[in-house]
């Protein structure tokens, strides 16, 4: 499975942006997705995750009630909408993709994620 994400850039606090990350190969279906992020000179960090059908998402503290994950399984692409971005939410946002659990509290650790994207900027300025 080949994950590529995209729709990162630069914006301003208060504003808003869609990443998307599309899959290739495998049966996108049956996987979970989740989004992670690394801040400069941070460690990587649960941001948000999808189960299989898209009827349960789990989200990270930071960005609960901001960002929204959702997925397109005919499109094979699950996306990630941020808004009220802040400063801190600088970061690479990376895709992944997870064929070992169905969802739950696992959904928020990197060491379940079978495959990764290859990461997308996200530069929010004060």
């Known amino acids: 499975v080949q994950l590529q994400a995209s729709g990162g850039g630069l914006v301003q606090a208060g504003g808003s942006l869609r990443l998307s990350c599309t899959a290739s190969?495998?049966?996108?279906?049956?996987?979970?997705m989740a989004w992670f992020r690394q801040g400069p000179g941070k460690e990587r960090e649960f941001a948000a995750g999808?189960?299989?059908?898209?009827?349960?998402?789990y989200y990270g503290d930071s960005v609960k009630g901001r960002f929204t994950i959702s997925r397109d399984n005919a499109k094979h692409t699950v996306y990630l909408q941020m808004d009220s971005l802040k400063p801190g939410d600088t970061a690479v946002y990376y895709c992944a993709a997870s064929w070992r659990i169905s969802g739950g509290e696992s959904t928020r650790l990197t060491s379940v994620y079978d495959f990764w994207g290859q990461g997308t900027q996200v530069t929010v300025s004060s």
């Open positions: 999808i189960s299989q059908a898209g009827g349960r998402s």
């Open positions: 190969g495998g049966i996108f279906s049956s996987y979970v």
